[in-house]
């Protein structure tokens, strides 16, 4: 068995090895006995991007393949620049190194039921308060000072227009009904006017998703309890970070997306703030309608991207 990670890998390469523990569990164990960790319970997380082992109750241990170096970047950038800066708890990075070429954290393991085992059975009124509390959070993370995530890569103006250039191929190939793309055209140029491409950027953690945080039930009430996974951040307009839980959690009702949007900051959607969301959803760099937007039977209650706006931030 080798000691050594490989030196270079592709992303369908790194998959394989990752898919493997018994490939590089061995390293992981070897790495934390190194910082004088207990290695005695270790538990291997199947599911992330990168190697992932928890280690014991108390710590887990990230390490990064090479071609995903950015994320070790942005993840010791946002666990180091929001500690402290935020009402609720996030990982603490206890060690930090390179083996072989390939960066890794151990960070702390937050406690708390992952939010997307609570999330789909809480009752409405429930699902309204987390919204207004993940609102709150996001505004906020925005407040905390850039620091080193400033110089982070790629620069909003250069990411936006990037995106803006590859949208329609995108959202073709991923299968978006012709009269929904039909107003594509339309929406990206209203976005060049609506998304600020030089205003102060602001960190972006870019998936407040039920997967990304964790709850905990106090007198049969639901709130949040951590936030963790934060390999792709980005800084740039504050808007960006609407978008996973408009998609993925507040599903078209009103009373949902009026708890998201007021926990954040924003008072009742205008027509340019839902333009503007729209076209951010479409920009995404996830972005993909057809698997992410949770409104039962969507693609037949809108028929084109005004109504979509109007049908997903409804009141």
């Given at each position: ?115 997307s ?9 429930q ?21 080193l ?10 990411f ?41 950027p ?21 709130s949040?309890?951590g ?89």
């Amino acid at each position: 068995m080798s000691m050594t990670l490989p030196h270079a890998t592709d992303a369908e390469s790194f998959r394989a090895f990752r898919s493997d523990p018994a490939q590089w569990l061995p390293i992981a164990l070897d790495i934390a006995r190194s910082h004088g960790l207990d290695v005695s319970a270790p538990h291997v997380f199947a599911n992330g991007t990168n190697l992932v082992v928890g280690l014991g109750e108390n710590l887990i241990l990230k390490i990064f393949p090479p071609l995903l170096r950015a994320q070790f970047v942005s993840e010791r950038g946002s666990l180091t620049q929001l500690k402290g800066r935020l009402h609720l708890p996030i990982p603490e990075i206890v060690a930090e190194g390179t083996r072989d070429g390939w960066p890794y954290l151990v960070i702390t393991r937050l406690t708390g039921t992952l939010g997307s085992e609570v999330w789909p059975q809480l009752p409405e009124d429930q699902k309204e308060r987390l919204l207004r509390q993940i609102g709150e959070t996001i505004a906020s993370v925005q407040r905390a000072p850039l620091g080193l995530l400033a110089a982070i890569e790629p620069r909003w103006d250069d990411f936006m227009r990037r995106q803006m250039q590859g949208c329609r191929a995108r959202h073709t190939r991923l299968g978006l009904a012709p009269k929904f793309l039909a107003g594509l055209d339309d929406l990206l140029r209203d976005a060049q006017e609506l998304i600020p491409m030089d205003a102060p950027p602001v960190i972006l953690i870019g998936e407040y998703i039920p997967e990304n945080f964790l709850l905990a039930c106090r007198d049969d009430q639901w709130s949040l309890a951590g936030l963790f996974d934060f390999g792709d951040v980005l800084a740039g307009w504050r808007d960006y970070d609407l978008l996973g839980p408009s998609a993925f959690m507040a599903a078209g009702r009103p009373g949902r997306v009026k708890s998201l949007l007021e926990g954040f900051g924003y008072a009742r959607p205008d027509f340019a703030l839902k333009r503007r969301l729209m076209a951010l959803m479409l920009l995404h760099r996830a972005s993909d309608l057809n698997a992410h937007v949770c409104i039962d039977g969507w693609q037949d209650q809108a028929n084109d991207l005004v109504e979509l706006q109007d049908l997903i931030w409804a009141g």
